[in-house]
């Protein structure tokens, strides 16, 4: 079992910046595959990012292209979502996931989860 525990959601304004953290109850950590997704109310869970194993392969959603990074530290077993230049369309509640080596582009690819962290971006 793998515990997921975010940080770093909260309130800032168009154009600003926020990092998320993701912390993994696992001294495997660095055998999962790691993905950040998001919801907003009515719709479904939303890829935002994902990062393989080795950190070597990432995946970005179009919508954050060039924005978002994705990033992990195997040593301290955190993977993190630097997101710049903010928009009112990414506010959201912010998932972590987690899957043993492979991960995916769907939630459904993924077997463990945290309990999210709200981001909200004002205008």
């Known amino acids: 079992q793998v515990q997921l525990v975010e940080s770093g959601g909260g309130l800032v304004q168009a154009g600003g910046s926020l990092r998320l953290s993701c912390a993994a109850s696992?001294?495997?950590?660095?055998?999962?595959?790691m993905a950040w997704f998001r919801q907003t109310p009515g719709k479904e869970r939303e890829l935002v990012a994902t990062i393989g194993w080795s950190g070597k392969s990432t995946y970005y959603a179009d919508s954050v292209k060039g924005r978002f990074t994705i990033s992990r530290d195997n040593a301290k077993n955190t993977v993190y979502l630097q997101m710049n230049s903010l928009q009112p369309d990414d506010t959201a509640v912010y998932y972590c996931?987690?899957?043993?080596?492979?991960?995916?582009?769907?939630?459904?690819?993924?077997?463990?989860w945290g309990q999210g962290t709200q981001v909200t971006v004002s205008s």
């Open positions: 996931a987690a899957d043993y080596r492979y991960g995916g582009w769907n939630a459904d690819d993924y077997d463990y």
């Open positions: 696992t001294r495997t950590f660095s055998s999962y595959a």
